[in-house]
């Protein structure tokens, strides 16, 4: 199966995965372009995909619309874990500047977390 560009399953978390699931990623894996400004996860809502930096910036802020951001993210931040996982983001998520991200259906990602106890485990 071919490499999606970018996404490297030798670093953590992904070095985690059996063989098995690193195929399932790389078959299910797709690329989303969110240019300054727009949303990625809003807070309080679950997401259909876990995503994964791969350029730009995140900005993660409370609830509300003028809310000071918490945190920002860049490159291999993996983000929308506990919206996938638990059906709501603790967070707001923005792209500070335009961003490109590795997209990971939720079933998916749910799939990597219960077949893989270790990768589970990094990203609770």
Same mark, same amino acid.
């Given at each position: 199966?071919?490499? /999606? ?5 030798? !670093? ?6 059996? +063989? =098995?699931?690193? $195929? ?28 994964? /930096? ?5 900005? !993660? ?6 809310? +000071? =951001?918490?945190? $920002?993210?860049?490159p291999g931040t993996?983000?929308?874990t506990h919206a ?28 990597l977390m219960a ?10």
């Amino acid at each position: 199966m071919e490499l /999606v560009p970018g996404l490297d399953l030798d !670093a953590p978390p992904f070095d985690r995965l059996d +063989a =098995a699931s690193r $195929e399932r990623l790389q078959g299910a894996v797709d690329l989303g372009f969110f240019p300054a400004g727009s949303p990625l996860i809003e807070a309080g809502q679950g997401s259909e995909s876990a995503y994964v /930096v791969l350029r730009g910036r995140v900005e !993660a802020c409370a609830d509300g619309e003028h809310a +000071a =951001a918490v945190g $920002e993210f860049g490159p291999g931040t993996i983000l929308g874990t506990h919206a996938v996982l638990h059906g709501r983001a603790r967070h707001r998520y923005r792209a500070r500047e335009d961003t490109v991200c590795f997209l990971i259906p939720a079933g998916v990602f749910q799939r990597l977390m219960a077949d893989n106890p270790e990768f589970a485990r990094l990203m609770r």
